[in-house]
C-alpha cells in the first residue's frame, strides 16, 4: 500500500502563487509516475502535470507557463509550483502515484483563489 499526504493548498489572491506538496509513504518502488490532477465538483478528474522518477514532465496545455511540476526521489515527495493564479485555477488538487499495475491518491487540497 501507499499513502499521499498532500499540503500546501489554501486561499491565495489572483497574481500570487502557491506551492502545493505531496508526499508518499508505503511500499513505494523506484519506478513509477506522481502528478497532480484538479477536480470540479461534478466533473471528472483532469491532467494537470506528471512527472517521472528521471524528471520527464508533461504538462497539460492550460498548466504550461505558470505551474511547474518537480519531485524529490530521495523524500518521495512531488511538488506543484502555482505562479500568476487565476480565479479558475480554484479547484480541489489530487496527487496520484502511478506505477505498473495500480495507482494511488492524495486526499485532495483545495485551492482558492480570490481577486
Known amino acids: 500500500q501507499v499513502q499521499l499526504v498532500e499540503s500546501g493548498g489554501g486561499l491565495a489572491q489572483a497574481g500570487g502563487s502557491l506551492r502545493l506538496s505531496c508526499q508518499a509513504s508505503g511500499s513505494i518502488f523506484s519506478a513509477n509516475v506522481m502528478g497532480w490532477y484538479r477536480q470540479d465538483p461534478g466533473k471528472e478528474r483532469e491532467l494537470v502535470a506528471t512527472?517521472?522518477?528521471?524528471?520527464?514532465?508533461i504538462y497539460a496545455t492550460s498548466a504550461r507557463g505558470r505551474i511547474t511540476i518537480s519531485r524529490d526521489n530521495a523524500k518521495n515527495t512531488v511538488y506543484q509550483q502555482m505562479n500568476s493564479l487565476k480565479r479558475e485555477d480554484t479547484d480541489v488538487y489530487y496527487c496520484?502515484?502511478?506505477?505498473?499495475?495500480?495507482?494511488?491518491w492524495g486526499q485532495g487540497a483545495q485551492v482558492t483563489v480570490s481577486t
Open positions: 496520484k502515484l502511478g506505477r505498473t499495475g495500480d495507482s494511488y
Open positions: 512527472i517521472t522518477t528521471v524528471g520527464g514532465t
